[in-house]
């Protein structure tokens, strides 16, 4: 039987940190290790991670996402790698569907359905795929549940709100990239995982609950400056000089729409700020571009997808105005 490691980051949500180790508890399949990686918490963290008996490791200071979980992928014993937010709510066989799921379709990892907590009626998220313009798109999120997420499919980029991974994936790919510490670095480990032709599969029997950025509350100002500064060192870091300049038209449409996006809820200021410093943090991603071919491809078709389901399901405001003004690649 395969032996599965659960990776949880936290912060200063102890009621949430309970919720999740109990959840896990339930599962039809638990995961034989538990890992909590207790992100500088001034709260009753550690005491409910010591109540549950797992693994627990104490960073003195909040280092962020990233870092949190490369830390526990350290300390992982299994052959599986479950991540987890916090703030995810299972079904009973969340975790035994998602894995014989990917044992099934011989994927190297795996993620399942999310629904609003609030409304479970409504999608929160399934796969990612991203933009030329380094926006990705959280397929069906706030959309209706329905049909087009209830088909099992082989997925690229997969939300690391909830996603199992075998542990084969982080020794071809690496690590999360820290220098993003939250947000946006597991749209850069999926374009990793494109380049280095890994696969996963979207599993839609796996439902969960997310109640969605309570750690930094709902479109807060971190959360937008570091959205907003992240999509521009996912650029910085992929594409070469070539395909900045092919790319410069999507980019440049794809940058101002999401200033914009952030401008209607009031993070104008923050989201031109991240841009600002993504910009003057640049030059240190640069070594790590990578030959245009690949990149240009893995984007161009991921931005198809976004196109052809957007299509189907109706347009939402930025992808309307993204595509009229752009050329699909």
Known sequence: MAIISAIVPTWNRADLLKSILTNLGAQTRPPDQVIVVDNGSTDATQLIAREFHVDLIVFPENRGFAAAVNEGIKRA??????????????????????LASAEEENAAFAAGKLLRLDDVNTIDGSWDLVSRAAYAWR??????????????????????????????????VGLLETRFESYYEDVDFGVRCVLAGVEGVYEPGAVAMHMGKTTWGKRSRRIMFLTARNQVLLLAKHYPAETLRRFAWPILVGQILAVLAAAKHGHLFTALRGKWEGLRQWSRFRNEVKPKGAIEAAFSESEHEIRRLQKQIGFDLYWRFYFGLVRSG
């Open 77 to 98: 014993k299994g052959e599986w790698l479950l991540i987890l937010n916090n703030d995810v709510v299972l079904e009973p066989e969340w975790l035994e569907r998602l």
């Open 139 to 172: 397929c069906g999120y706030d959309r209706p549940d329905g049909a087009v997420w209830s088909v099992r499919r082989k997925i690229s980029l997969a939300p690391m709100t909830a996603a199992l991974f075998h542990r084969r994936v982080f020794e071809k």
